[in-house]
Structure formats: C-alpha cells, structure tokens
C-alpha cells in the first residue's frame, strides 16, 4: 500500500463536523418538536403539575417501576456475561447469544403474549410454581411490569456487558491467567475494570427504556394504578387534546433521564479508554475447573430457558397459522401480503439500520476529535435524546412545522425510515462506544507518527477490530426498526402494511391465528437477521483467531 | 450490502401505485381494519370506483382518534377529501375542528337503534360494546352488570383503558349511563375483579383473552359472529346485559376543504347501499347501517339482542368525559 501525502478525509474538522452536525440536527430536531407544541398550545401551568395527586402518583410510579426494571436487569446481566466470558466455548453459546440479541427487539404485544404463556395466570410457570413449589405467582401489577423489563433488557445489557469484558486488555487477562487468580480476584483485577466504563452509560440506557415503557405496562400492570409518563401524555393529546400537559410532562420526562445520561456521561463513558493491544487472549483459569463448569452450565441454562420459555410459547401458538402463510393451496408458496410486507419492511429496516450505524459513527468521532469535554458531553447526551422525547410528542412536533409536506406515501416511507435510524442510533452508539475507544494510545501515536490519518486510519486500525461490533450494532439498527410499530402507525402508513403494521390489522379484525404466525415470522426473521450480521462479523476474524490464539487449543480435560 | 439496500427501497417506492392524474382521487383517511386486504376497504373501492370515474385511495392510520387528531394537526391544508372510522366518541371533537362539512345525504335508509340526524356526520356501521366469555371456562357467566359487580372477586374480567382504547371508553359510558353518579361506587366494587386494563382492545384479546386468562372480556356484541362464520367455533358468545348495552356508531364525512366535494358526496351516498354495507357484517364484523334484508349473514341471528340500546349523545359525551374520567381515575387508584 502506498500512502499518498494527504489521505482522503484526512483534515481534522473531517473527525469533528459531521458528527457534530448530526448532534445539532438532534438537537434541534427535539427543540423544534417539543418547542412547536408548546407554541401552538398556551404555555403550560407548571404549578399544576405538582398540585394534581394524579401526576405526582404518575411521575413517582414511572421512576419507581424504572429503577427496580434497572436494578433486577443489572443483577441478572452482570453474572451471566462474566459467565459467558469464562466459558467462552460450549455447545449452544452462539445460539444463546443469538436469544440475548433477540429479545429487545421483538415487538412488545408478541413477547407479552409469550410472557403470558409462561407467567400468566394459565401459564406454564405459574402451574409449575403452584403445583410443585407451592408458590402463588402472580403476573399483573409491578411483578409484571418488572419481569417484561428483565426479559426486554437484561440480555441486552449482559450483551454489551460481555462484549466489554471480551475486551479487556489482554496483557491484563494474561497476568491474571498466569497468577491463577480466583474469581474475586479476577473480577477485581480484570472484568470489574473492563465492566465499570460501560455500566452508567448502561444504567442510563435500560433506565429510559423502562421509564419511557408503554404498552407493556398497562398490558400487564393491573390498572390505572400502573401509569407511566407517556400513558399520561398519550392521554393528553390524545385524550384531552392538551398540548400545552403534554409538552410539559414530556419536558418533565426528558429532564429526568436527560439528568441520568449527564451524570453517566461525566462519571463513566469518558473513562473508557482502556489500552489494548491486540496479543492472543487468554482467558482466565476461574472457568476451568469441574465445578465452575457445572456452576456456569446451570445457572446459563436457567437464564436460557428464561428466554426460551416464551419464545417456545411464540412458536407454539404460531405453527397453526403457518399453515395458510406458508402453504396457501396446499403448495409452497409464500402468501403474497406476507411477501410484500417482509419486503417493505427490509426496505425500511436495511437502511435505516446503516444510517444509524452511520450517523453513530461520526458522532463518536467526532467525540474523540476535540479535547474540550463539555462538547463530547453534549455530543454524548444529545444522541440519546431520541429515547428520552416521547415519539408521539415529537412526531406531534414536527407534524405542527412541516404541515403541508408530510403524509405522501413514498415520502412517509423515507420518512418512516429516517425515524427509525434516529431512533436506533442510541442502541448502536451504545455498542461502538467501547470497541471504537479502545484503541491504545501507543497504536495512535504510531498512526499519528506514521501519517495513517482519515480513510487510511478507518481501514486498517479501525476496521479490523470494528468488524464484529458493526456488524452487531447493524443487526441491532435494523432488527430494532424491523420490530417497530410506532413510528409507521404515527405518521400512518400507506394502503400496503410493514410486517407489525400486518401483524395489528389481524389482530384488529379477529385473525388470530394469522396474527400469531406474523409474529412468528417477525421473531425467525430477526432470528436470521441476528445470525446472517454475526456471520458476516465474524468470518474473517474467527479464522485469524484460529491460527494464532490459543483460546480454541483443545483444553485439558479435568473430569 | 449498501446497494441491496437501496434498490429495495427503490422497488418499494415504485411499487406504490402511481396515481394517473387524468381522473379525480377520492383520499380517505380511514382506519386499519377498514383498509385491511381482508377488510370492507378493498372492495367497497373497487365497487364505488366501477360507479365514478375515479380512483379512491386510502391513507391508514392506527384509529379513529389519531384520524381526528391527524385532521386537527393538518387543518385545512389536509389531502384527506373525506374521513372514515370516526365514532360516536370521537365525532363532537372533529366537528369542534370546523373542519367537515354538512352531507347533504338521504339518510332515510338508515336502520339503526336509534333516530339519527346529524347534518355532518353519516352512519355506515353500529354494534353493541358486550363483554364476551369463554364458554368453556365460565358456563354461567354473569347476566348483568349488577350481577358482575356483585359476583366474587375470583371472576376475572379484562377491560381497556378509557383513555387509550374506545372500548374502554364505552364501558365508561356505559357505567355512566346505567349508574349515573353512583358509577364511581360501582366502579370501586368492580375493581378487585379486573385483572388488569390493557391499552387497546387487541393486547386484551389477543395476548391475554385468547390465551385463557381471564374468562371474560370487554369487546363487542358481534365479535361472536366472526368466531362462528369465520373460525366455525361457538366456544366465544357475548353476554346479554338487562341493564341494555352501550351503542357505537361508525361515522364518515367530508372535509370542508377538499377540491372533490361532489365525489365525496356521491361516496357518503354510496356508502348506503348494499354495494357498500354488504361487506360490513363478516368484514367489518358490526351491524350494516341499513337494513340488508336477506343478505345479513345467518350467524347475526344468533347474536344477543339488547334491552335498551344506551346512549349519550356526542355533545354530552364531550362536556363531560373528562370529569367522568378523573372520577374513574381517582375510584380506580384510590
């Protein structure tokens, strides 16, 4: 390879400007959205926010159902990834990988209707519960809630959390290995290290996710008791057509997880600049022995069937309807509305998960290229926001300030997919963060020494160790737009449905049993999703690490 | 990758029909079990298009409230030539937009419970909010509101949400109706037996109902007949209340600022005839809005007949339904 003297994309302000221009973009999106409703509205009377019983029973119930979602889901993921890194190869881990990535992204009215399956009052747990153990369980009211939360995040945050731990620095997992450390002693020296730059930024993460939850939890929360902040701003708009009670609790809403993601953004995420160089791994003597093995095998195979059980339950009640999706005449052939629907929505999905991927990128570069941390914080912070402004405000927003133009149908569809890719882009920045800031000071001042600036850089420092969590975070982007309902169902679709979009219209008119094999479709196909982007990630770097790490050397055998 | 992506997208995007300029489009703004491949919509199009010289399109949103609000935020620049899928719920606030226009219809075709005589607003199908059992689990299902507020708190029933779902909305009216100023009492009694009050009729029905949660649930009197004709299976019956049932009315009208009123027009009159309601009973699964004589399915004859159709009319419902809803509210949280 010959360098030329200026590389493409090699100016500084190339590292900085995009990402900082999407910032602002985000910024200015959520300002214009939030600003056009209380504009259009009268200001909004603040002190009755804190005089209405009501709204204070609201605000405290979101944050209370939130942070106990966090806590449990943190408590589940944090064992299961260090298991997971010490065991690093047994029959199924892929495939359990694959469930972890799964569950965030399936739509919330299928995972319920498997969560109930299994949980619910005539679920197969709660008959086991019952019978055997003599325990009465049940799943409506904050027990619900909570479950669906853990079964939505705890995989995805012991994904991430795996994913850092995996990249520890080796030359401290091989001191470690070498000193035959215990697991305390591990865990101090190596995965808390590893672990602790990602866990607020996480915290945060699963935090707006639970305090921004809608459907499931009045699904399963038993009553009016049970009210998030966006059941009461649905309600206002909606409801009451209130936009001025609307904007406010969103602005509520977004002061509260907007001040978690600045306390996450100043104690952890600008920490994660851990050295490493790329050495064979070694992975610790802790997973070794017999014991642990059997330890590890056990409680990975409880957390297992945790995910399995509903998605069992999914399939089950799927297969009936299969029949007439897949075999219309008797013949193969795949039912034509099904067809088109998965098309359309790959259509949407495919591309708005690379334009979220994309757009993640440059703000993370764009956080590396300036040394001033008030502008990383910002930067950080403002890539959230997505989460944080609930959609139906938002989408209120901007429908009040591109009156005329909207609602085309070829317009709706970029639209639709513009959205989407905004609103998987605090997923993926969440998954490049680590890998991208991992790069060791040394390797930089080489680079910087050697000239390898702009695309070169990209190509041949970045890449080759971005490859997996790209492809992870891309499976991600597009899985995440693939399962969603709201936005299509916000701006309205045209006559030809998404797949979610299909799957609500059967539901609405009774087809039930087509409407099961949707979801069932919807689940396989995320399923394939997952698999053929891990695929695609991991093809080369697997057969490097083949030949030189001695990770995949036959162990010694110890029973 | 990149590529495959976008030239998806690209089929997709031209896969939407171009629209031929020479005739007129009739855009509806409508909801999506009326659109639906399987719904009313595609062939009541393909009728109403045989009898004009034009193309009628439909433009889905999630329900009748977000076709009002959708109305409301795109006032009078709106494409929408004619609105379909609003209720008797949601008609006094899209009247309030000023935003519709009279009909000018012959409504005397109209066969409904009650007298209907709006100027704005067209009837093109009814039904009665009904709580509907699961035989199988519950033989004797309370045959009464006051008999299922006074039945044990082990009998579960499934609601939904006033706020969020229009069912849900009904059963508070209804309530209203029957118990006027003792509802909130009455709700308070029936708290212990809801199991829990879901969002929109569909996560109610479909992740919870049919799953054999609770034997009873909030939905509509005709909701058996689609069961029965459709799925062959007699397991779900609504049951009929003495106290009478709350009635629903699905509306359409015109938009004040469409260019294609006269089309709109002719469309609101089409929408009573047997061309257009004859698809309502098994595709819509509620009651045509005029009398179909032969043609009403023979499952609609097992369905329950009301006492006493109940029912506050739209203005009323629109005074009071936010007071009515923070009594709900305060009975249910209390």
């Known amino acids: 390879m010959k360098l030329r003297p200026t590389a493409p994309f090699s100016h500084p302000a190339w590292r900085l400007l995009p990402g900082l221009g999407i910032a602002s973009a985000l910024l200015l999106l959520a300002t214009a959205g939030l600003g056009a409703l209380l504009w259009e509205a009268s200001l909004p009377d603040v002190s009755q926010l804190w005089g209405s019983r009501y709204l204070r029973t609201v605000i405290t119930f979101t944050v209370w159902q939130a942070f106990l979602s966090v806590l449990l889901s943190l408590l589940v993921a944090v064992p299961v990834a260090r298991m997971l890194a010490r065991q690093p190869a047994f029959p199924g881990r892929g495939g359990l990988l694959r469930l972890m990535e799964l569950s965030l992204v399936l739509p919330s009215i299928v995972a319920v209707s498997g969560l109930v399956s299994v949980y619910g009052r005539q679920g197969w747990f709660t008959g086991i519960a019952s019978d055997w153990l003599n325990v009465s369980w049940n799943i409506y009211g904050i027990n619900g809630i909570v479950l669906a939360h853990v079964f939505f995040n705890a995989p995805l945050a012991a994904r991430i959390l795996l994913q850092a731990i995996e990249s520890a620095p080796a030359s401290q997992r091989r001191a470690a290995a070498q000193l035959g450390l215990g697991r305390w002693w591990y865990w101090r020296a190596v995965e808390w290290p590893a672990v602790r730059p990602v866990l607020p930024g996480l915290a945060a993460l699963v935090f707006t996710l639970c305090f921004t939850s809608f459907a499931i939890v009045m699904t399963l929360g038993g009553g009016p008791s049970a009210t998030t902040i966006e059941v009461a701003i649905y309600q206002a708009l909606r409801f009451e057509f209130d936009g001025s009670q609307a904007a406010l609790l969103a602005v509520v809403q977004l002061l509260i997880c907007g001040f978690l993601w600045w306390l996450a953004a100043r104690y952890g995420l600008t920490a994660s600049l851990l050295p490493d160089r790329r050495v064979a791994s070694h992975s610790s003597r802790a997973g070794r022995s017999f014991w642990s093995r059997l330890t590890d095998g056990l409680a990975l195979g409880v957390f297992a069937l945790f995910l399995v059980m509903p998605l069992a339950a999914i399939l089950l009640r799927g297969l009936p309807g299969m029949g007439s999706a897949f075999f219309p005449q008797g013949s193969f052939s795949v039912n034509p509305a099904l067809l088109d629907a998965t098309l359309r929505s790959l259509a949407i999905a495919l591309p708005a998960g690379l334009m979220s991927v994309g757009a993640a990128l440059l703000i993370l570069a764009s956080g590396t290229a300036t040394s001033r941390s008030t502008i990383r914080r910002v930067t950080d912070v403002t890539a959230y926001l997505p989460l944080m402004i609930p959609p139906l405000v938002l989408g209120t927003g901007l429908f009040l300030l591109f009156r005329p133009s909207l609602g085309n149908s070829s317009e709706g569809l970029v639209l639709v997919t513009l959205i989407n890719a905004m609103m998987a882009l605090p997923f993926v920045l969440q998954m490049l963060r680590g890998p991208l800031g991992r790069l060791d000071s040394a390797s930089r001042q080489q680079a910087d020494q050697l000239g390898i600036l702009g695309w070169y850089r990209w190509r041949w420092l970045h890449w080759p160790r971005m490859r997996r969590p790209l492809a992870l975070s891309m499976a991600y982007g597009t899985g995440l737009s693939l399962g969603d309902f709201g936005v299509i169902a916000l701006f309205g679709s045209p006559g030809q449905p998404t797949l979610p979009v299909l799957l609500y219209q059967q539901l609405g008119s009774y087809r039930v049993d087509a409407a099961a094999a949707t979801g069932l479709w919807l689940v396989l196909l995320l399923l394939l999703l997952f698999s053929v982007f891990n695929l695609l990630g991991a093809s080369r770097l697997s057969l490097r690490r083949t030949a030189n790490s001695p990770r995949t050397v036959q162990e010694p055998e110890h029973a | ?334």
């Open chain 2, 1 to 334: 990758m990149l590529t495959r992506a976008f030239t998806l997208l690209f089929l997709t995007l031209i896969a939407v029909p171009a629209f031929a300029q020479s005739t007129p489009t009739l855009t509806i703004y409508t909801h999506p079990s009326f659109a639906a491949d399987w719904g009313p919509g595609p062939a009541v199009k393909d009728a109403f298009e045989k009898t004009c010289d034009c193309q009628v399109r439909y433009v889905v949103l999630s329900s009748g409230g977000d076709i009002l609000q959708r109305l409301r935020l795109e006032g009078k620049s709106t494409q929408a030539d004619l609105v379909l899928g609003l209720d008797t719920g949601t008609m006094e606030n899209s009247r309030q937009t000023g935003l519709l226009g009279h009909h000018e219809t012959d409504l005397s075709a109209l066969d409904l419970p009650i007298n209907w005589q709006d100027p704005v607003f067209v009837p093109y199908d009814w039904g009665y909010f009904a709580f509907v059992y699961d035989t199988e689990q519950l033989p004797n299902p309370p045959e009464s509101l006051d008999a299922l507020i006074a039945a044990p708190d082990d009998l579960k029933i499934i609601i939904q949400d006033p706020r969020t779902s229009t069912p849900g909305l009904g059963l508070l009216l209804w309530m209203r109706h029957v118990y006027g100023d003792q509802a909130s009492a009455m709700w308070q009694q029936l708290k212990d037996k809801i199991l829990t009050t879901t969002k929109s009729w569909s996560d109610g029905y479909y992740s919870l109902f049919m799953s054999g949660e609770a034997p009873l649930i909030l939905s509509y009197s005709t909701s058996p007949a689609y069961h029965m004709a459709v799925d062959n299976t007699d397991r779900y019956q609504a049951v009929a209340f003495e106290e009478g049932h709350y009635l629903q009315v699905e509306v359409a009208a015109l938009v004040q600022s469409s260019d294609h009123k006269e089309l709109a027009r002719d469309f609101l009159e089409f929408m009573l005839t047997p061309d257009f309601q004859r698809h309502i009973p098994l595709k819509n699964v509620m009651y045509p809005a005029t009398d179909l004589g032969d043609e009403l399915p023979e499952v609609f004859s097992h369905l329950i007949q009301p006492s006493e159709a109940r029912y506050f009319d739209p203005k009323t419902v629109t005074d009071n339904r936010r007071q009515w809803l923070n009594e709900w509210l305060d009975a249910m949280t209390r």
